[in-house]
């Protein structure tokens, strides 16, 4: 079992529709990535957290550290957001952990 | 404000070649970080190195991989005798100091082995 599981696998969504994508990890975390990448292209790093929520833009992380638990929100999708969003954990071995990601599709 | 820098974008080489991976990091950041990518898989740590120093390899395989990062010029991972299976895309990533710093990822390097 991977100590960083993410859902769903993959994702098709209207334009406009809120998304949103979960992560749950089995490792004790000093702090959480989310990360996108687009189809051949590099990785963006989006958030990193380490409690609470934070927002930029559409795009809005929480963590709920006592159920080892963060979900990644995005609001009023667009067919721009598609790509593959991946989870992190940052254990205390100062390794990534990573999730296998999410597949998102957004249809005009 | 350069971000993290990988070249070569694409590396095609045939076995039992040699394939020299570079990453430059972003100014003012001591501490990269290597990752491999396999096709359909998701990220793997591989090395993590600050300045001379290789701090944690304990994801990269103990044959015909090696990393550094010297004092002057980019962090270099070398991939000695390529095999088909190395067929992958490999990330750099940098940060500023160790330990819950966000990492910044170069677009990678896509290693082809014919």
């Known amino acids: 079992k991977n100590e960083v599981e993410q859902s769903p696998q993959n994702l098709t969504a209207q334009e406009g529709e809120f998304i949103t994508i979960n992560c749950s990890y089995s490792?004790?975390?000093?702090?959480l990535h989310w990360l996108q990448q687009h189809p051949g292209g590099g990785i963006v790093s989006l958030f990193m957290l380490s409690s609470g929520k934070k927002k930029h833009g559409r795009l809005i992380a929480t963590i709920n550290i006592q159920e080892k638990h963060s979900s990644l929100h995005i609001t009023a999708s667009h067919p721009r957001d598609s790509a593959v969003y991946i989870c992190a954990a940052w254990g205390g071995s100062e390794k990534l952990v990573f999730g296998k990601g999410t597949k998102l599709t957004v249809n005009p | 404000n350069a971000g993290v820098m990988q070249n070569p974008r694409h590396l095609v080489r045939r076995r039992g070649q040699e394939a020299r991976l570079r990453c430059s990091p972003m100014k003012g950041h001591s501490h990269v970080y290597w990752y491999r990518q396999l096709p359909e898989e998701g990220l793997k740590f591989m090395v993590y190195?600050?300045?001379?120093?290789?701090?944690?390899e304990s994801g990269m395989p103990k044959e015909r991989f090696s990393a550094e990062f010297p004092k002057e010029g980019p962090s270099i991972l070398r991939i000695q005798q390529v095999v088909r299976g190395d067929s992958a895309a490999y990330f750099c990533a940098s940060s500023r100091d160790r330990l819950n710093q966000p990492q910044h990822f170069g677009d990678g390097t896509r290693l082809s082995i014919l």
């Open positions: 190195l600050q300045k001379e120093n290789i701090i944690d």
């Open positions: 490792v004790g975390i000093s702090a």
